[in-house]
């Protein structure tokens, strides 16, 4: 069904493509490659990325059995996940904490018409156990309100959000999310109706195929201390915002000293007072069932949830004719189809750059994808930045 990525590097940490009910990134820690090939050598705090695999899960509300049919859902999924690299001396590189967390359940809520796929980018000092204590709280809180979540979906995602962010705020006497926390991005589908809810930039894109050509269309808006709506909370909860200059993002600044390039997150308790805000914003999509799953039909085919690692990089909709290169459009997903649009109510997902793919223009795409990747070799992806980040702005 979709594919759970986050920020690329030079070296891959895990990935895999077969079908699974539950899928967690592994985010184990490596060393990177050094400019001159050489295995580069831990980070000298000595932190290392958690690597959480647990048993398989369907629902602690009851068993799910395998369908022995098709239903709406019909689903491959895949995941990858990448460390970054910070530059070190003499043309060196160290190997970063991979912060990213990631989930998929399929079978959820004890049915086979529903499925999650979560993703959370933390950031900060120890933002990977924020992004981790999410991956694991978030879906739980779902699950428990199961049936308020099929009737009320847009509440219940916003509660349990705000709820984990508070338990988040409160851990360890309030100390152990006050400097960091995560982006939240949750995809939940129950039969053709997709609701999206995202705080921070890891985006959601919804990959569809019509006429030959795949379009990726945006189902989040990144959070942005410069964004529209988002600039005019923060500074009227008397918070600061740096423009955006050469490359750099902007930053909302708790008390002139940290700043933090997005406008919405869980945890950041020293943000929250000046206008960094946990609730997601929520968006519904209808999905029409398809009349086959032949390649070259017409359809909404996947979708990718990932970080702002991957969309610093590469456009919606490069990245929405990268599975097709690579698993082809059958052994992605067999599920809806048509033109998706938002269900009365809902907001227009905004438009995704790029182009449309056809077959001759796929093999050149794949080329310039992969080049993208491979020229990535050092990226300083911290969300968080103190003072002396700031003289550089």
Not at 27 to 46: E, F, I, L, V
Not at 97 to 121: K, M, T
Request: proline residues 6%; contains cysteine; aromatic residues 6%.
């Amino acid at each position: 069904m979709g594919a759970a990525c986050s920020s690329p590097s030079d070296e891959e940490v895990h990935t895999s493509n077969v079908p699974q009910r539950t899928a967690p990134l592994d985010t184990g820690s490596r060393g990177s490659r050094a400019s001159d090939g050489a295995a580069s050598k831990p980070r000298a705090n000595g932190r290392h990325s958690i690597a959480y695999a647990p048993a398989e899960i369907t629902s602690p509300r009851g068993s799910c059995e395998p369908a022995s049919a098709k239903g709406p859902l019909d689903a491959s999924l895949g995941n990858a996940t990448r460390h970054g690299v910070s530059p070190g001396p003499s043309g060196s590189s160290y190997a970063k904490i991979n912060q990213d967390r990631g989930v998929a359940y399929w079978p959820f809520n004890s049915s086979h018409n529903e499925a999650l796929f979560c993703v959370f980018d933390g950031h900060g000092c120890n933002g990977e156990k924020v992004s981790e204590f999410c991956m694991k709280a978030i879906p739980a809180a779902l699950q428990e309100h199961g049936d308020e979540l099929r009737s009320h979906p847009e509440e219940v995602l916003t509660k349990a959000v705000c709820s984990v962010d508070k338990a988040v705020l409160k851990k360890n006497g309030g100390q152990f999310a006050r400097s960091c926390g995560t982006t939240s991005t949750i995809v939940y589908i129950n039969g053709s109706t997709l609701w999206a809810a995202c705080s921070g930039d890891s985006r959601a894109v919804l990959g569809s195929s019509k006429g030959g050509k795949i379009r990726a269309r945006d189902l989040t808006n990144d959070h942005k201390p410069d964004g529209e709506g988002e600039l005019e909370r923060i500074l009227n909860a008397g918070g600061e915002v740096s423009r955006g200059e050469y490359g750099r993002p902007a930053r909302v600044w708790a008390a002139g000293k940290i700043g933090l390039a997005m406008s919405r997150s869980v945890g950041d308790g020293e943000c929250k007072k000046y206008g960094v805000i946990p609730n997601p914003e929520v968006q519904r999509f209808e999905l029409a069932a398809a009349p086959d799953a032949k390649p070259e039909g017409d359809g909404d085919r996947f979708v990718i949830v990932a970080s702002d690692g991957v969309w610093e990089f590469i456009e919606s909709q490069e990245a929405g004719e990268a599975p097709t290169l690579e698993l082809g459009l059958s052994g992605i997903s067999e599920m809806g189809a048509g033109d998706s649009s938002p269900a009365p109510g809902g907001k227009p997902p905004p438009k995704s750059g790029g182009r449309g793919s056809t077959a001759a223009s796929q093999e050149k795409a794949g080329d310039d994808f992969q080049n993208r990747r491979l020229s990535v070799a050092a990226r300083d992806d911290d969300e968080w930045s103190d003072e002396s980040d700031r003289d550089g702005e």
